[in-house]
């Protein structure tokens, strides 16, 4: 067996991040030879996923990548809260969150394939997972582009929202975007407005209202136009232009943006929650 020296060792965690009784074992099992010895953390962290699949990964920490054009939001999920605020942990977070914008991954599998710091996402996972000892995966991966695209991430990592607009002019769309984006994180929009919002979740709130009305008594004839009037109802509360805006309920969304410029437009946005809650 080769004798493995101090520098050798050190080499690897920094190529690695791994502990360094870690790094002496692979080192071993290597019989000194740096690429079979980074090969044996990576499958050492792949063992580990597999072993902890069946297990909760519901901390983490929400990323985010952007221009002034685009933004990239990451879900990296653990198992600890302890795990998530690792300056370690909040490194990777930040890099797949780097990589994923530059190279315009279309899903998370492509994502995995992605080259990061000269190897493929997917390693540098399983080699953190060796580390830590911890599940580690990216539940979200959401990319949004825009006239001009307004992120926010809410104190903590645990909720971060990404907004586009079109049709920007002089205004000051730093704070209109932000006061949107917080809008959204704080209500929990789930689309722009009414026609954004998919088809089975409307036949659902329309069959709702009306087995509603029908509990209530009320008569067949009128039944259908008391589910319509509860749709709309639903609109009010669950799309971003007809919310309420929190900062003054006097106006709605709509409304504020108007003021602002009346061609302003919201094209899209996201919004990302540790957990998916």
Known sequence: MA?????EVNELRQITGAGMMDCKKALEQADGDLDKAVDYLRKKGQKIAD????????EGSIFVSHSHTTAVLIELNCETDFVARNDSFQTL???????????????????????MNGRPVSDSLHEFIAKIGEKIQVRTFIRIEGDR?????????????????????????????????????????ISVDQNDVPAEIVAKELEIGRERALAE???????DKIAQGML?????????????????????V????????????????SRVQLGGN
């Open 232 to 252: 709309q109802k639903y609109f009010k509360e669950n799309t971003l232009l007809a919310q309420e805006f929190v900062k003054d309920t006097s106006k709605t």
């Open 149 to 189: 695209v307004i992120t926010y991430v809410h104190p903590g990592a645990r909720v971060a929202v990404a907004v586009a607009f079109m049709n920007v002019a002089s205004e000051d769309i730093e704070a209109i975007g932000k006061d949107v984006a917080m809008q959204i994180a704080a209500m929990k929009p």
């Open 254 to 269: 709509a409304q504020y943006l108007k003021e602002a410029n009346p061609n302003l437009k919201v094209k899209a946005f």
């Open 3 to 7: 004798t493995i020296t101090a520098k």
């Open 93 to 115: 977070g930040q890099d797949i969150a780097r990589v994923a914008f530059e190279n315009h991954p279309a899903t998370i599998e492509d994502l995995m394939a992605v080259s």
């Open 51 to 58: 072993n902890r699949q069946d297990r909760d990964a519901n």
């Open 217 to 223: 008594g009320k008569p067949e004839a009128i039944v």
